[in-house]
């Protein structure tokens, strides 16, 4: 038991020291087929719940009633509990959304609910100044303070209209851009990871079932340039990597590109958490803490899309690449050649026959030059004198004595 409790912190040691120096110990890219069954579940899922369960639009985008009055009161503390309690009493129902919003002596209660008919929505606003009797403005409770205002689905929609035509631009765009920079398949599969961010943050906000407002689809928009940056990142690392890799037999595309997810590991890891930990903040201490609703919206599809951005370039973005490149015979041809050299490099190094020395493994030749270098200094006769001596006695057929090599001695 002892032993074991020992063996753990070295363990944990070699895996981070693994991910620190990126010598490749990670095969990221040997279990692709197993990320791409993972990925394809979890798309599948969040495909299946935006389908079947839909979004929690908010009134911004199915059109509303909108009440709000100062949170300085001479009744009741003017609490959101509180007031959602008043207005479910009132109304029957729940509210779309009770929130704080500003701070100090501007500070006011924002209620946001489906269309109210004129007569309940009287009925609510006497309710709501008979328990917190607002201050108006020369400080004195009056019903006035407390205003409403319908809102229009369409302003919503004009939003989402203008995301959308965004988000179009954005991706021709980073089409175009990686497509020159790097290459097509590069441009490929950066787009495919884009579009499965995308799709699992928004699957994510279906099933979680937050209310979704403008601020949710600019949040959407904002984590599209995360998630590139750290794909081009890896992909610049896998470029320079197979900078003139069909000329080499020293690894295969994958192996280089596998090489690359690892060297550039630890930097993703490092600034995704650093990216994440603010969002963070805004979840635990702005809508925690503070209450303030509407940041819950933009720091959950940031957070969400953040670790989905991250997770897609390392595990879904570089595996695509090295299938699309593979399907060239070029990089086939070179995969096989990589293969037959080091099957030679074994052949040798177990002592069988192997084809041309030239394309044996470095450490295969230094180990035979070792052998033959003691070999020599064994017999007693210099190293050079030796091989030369030892080309000419396989060169001459057996049985015959040697001819004496060098000067003769006077």
């Known amino acids: 038991m002892a032993a074991t409790t020992s063996e753990r ?36 899922v969040c495909i299946g719940s935006i389908v079947f369960r839909g979004f929690n639009l908010g009134i911004d985008f199915t059109g509303g009633t909108q009440i709000q009055f100062p949170a300085a009161t001479a009744g009741a503390p003017a609490e959101v509990e509180a007031v959602r309690g008043v207005y479910e009493r009132v109304v029957g129902d729940e509210p779309a959304a009770v929130q704080t919003v500003g701070a100090g002596d501007a500070a006011s209660v924002l209620i946001r609910t ?11 606003k006497q309710a709501l100044f008979d328990t917190f009797q607002p201050l108006g403005a020369e400080g004195v409770p009056a019903v006035d303070a407390i205003s409403d205002s319908a809102v229009s689905g369409s302003w919503g929609g004009q939003i989402t209209q203008q995301a959308l035509i965004a988000l179009a631009v954005f991706l021709v765009l980073v089409t175009i851009f990686l497509a020159f920079y790097f290459e097509r398949a590069m441009a490929v599969a950066a787009l495919v990871a884009l579009l499965h961010d995308v799709v699992v943050t928004a699957g994510v906000y279906s099933i979680v079932g937050l209310e979704v407002t403008p601020g949710t689809v600019i949040g959407l928009l904002t984590i599209l340039g995360f998630s590139l940056y750290d794909t081009v990142v890896v992909f610049d690392k896998v470029k320079e990597n197979t900078r003139g890799l069909l000329g080499l037999t020293r690894r295969t595309y994958a192996e280089a590109a596998n090489l690359a997810l690892n060297q550039t590991l630890m930097r993703s890891i490092n ?24 940041l819950a919206d933009l720091a959950l599809v940031q957070m969400v899309g953040i670790i989905a951005g991250v997770v897609s370039s390392l595990l879904l973005a570089t595996p695509l690449l090295v299938d699309l490149k593979l399907r060239d015979p070029r990089f086939r041809e070179q995969a096989a050649k990589v293969a037959a ?16 020395p030239d394309l044996l493994d470095d450490a295969v030749l230094a180990g035979e030059q070792r052998k033959e270098r003691a070999m020599v ?15 000419r006695q396989a060169a001459r057929p057996s049985g015959k004595a040697a001819r004496p090599t060098g000067k003769r001695r006077r």
């Open 9 to 44: 912190p070295s363990e944990r040691r070699g895996v981070l020291s693994r991910l620190y120096t990126g010598t490749g110990a990670f095969d990221i890219v040997g279990r692709r087929r197993m990320w791409y069954l993972v990925f394809t579940a979890l798309v599948l």
């Open 271 to 294: 600034t995704s958490l650093i990216a994440v930990l603010p969002v963070i903040g805004l979840l635990v201490i702005g809508v925690g803490l503070l209450g303030v609703g509407t």
């Open 114 to 124: 489906e269309a109210l008919d004129p007569a309940v929505l009287i009925e609510l």
């Open 377 to 391: 200094a064994a017999a007693g006769v210099p190293a050079r004198q030796g091989k030369v001596a030892d080309r």
């Open 341 to 356: 050299r080091r099957k030679r490099a074994a052949a040798a190094a177990a002592g069988e026959p192997e084809g041309d």
